[in-house]
């Protein structure tokens, strides 16, 4: 049974790793705000939700398994929160997701900034 256990940890671990490699990239290579925060806080959540359940898997039932899932609990509860909180500011301040000139705008002071 503990082979299985190791397996089952393992698969969780790396596709948890796997996934925050994937939403690391997602914030580089996503477009505008809106997108970016969508693409990391989705995978960032699901990758360290994923790792903590494959950590608590290596633990077998001890306190430090409470510890993990309540860590996962609070992680659920603050990361959605706060990519909501970010995108809720963004509006206010202006930033729309539909606007193609704030865009281009945006692409060309960063293209300028480069040079």
């Known amino acids: 049974m503990s082979m299985v256990l190791d397996i089952?940890?393992?698969i969780l671990l790396?596709?948890?790793?796997l996934l925050l490699i994937v939403?690391?990239?997602?914030l580089?290579?996503?477009p505008d705000l809106f997108t970016r925060l969508h693409g990391g806080s989705l995978a960032d959540t699901g990758g360290a939700v994923l790792m903590l359940v494959g950590m608590a898997l290596?633990?077998?039932?001890?306190?430090i398994t409470v510890k993990l899932l309540m860590i996962g609990i609070i992680l659920l509860l603050t990361a959605p929160t706060a990519s909501h909180a970010v995108a809720h500011?963004?509006?206010i301040g202006g930033l729309s997701p539909d606007d193609p000139e704030q865009n281009q705008a945006r692409d060309n002071a960063f293209k300028e900034h480069q040079a």
Do not use: C, N, P
């Open 8 to 10: 089952a940890s393992w």
């Open 14 to 17: 790396v596709t948890g790793g």
């Open 23 to 26: 939403s690391g990239l997602g």
């Open 28 to 30: 580089l290579r996503l």
């Open 58 to 63: 290596q633990t077998e039932m001890s306190l």
């Open 89 to 91: 500011s963004a509006l």
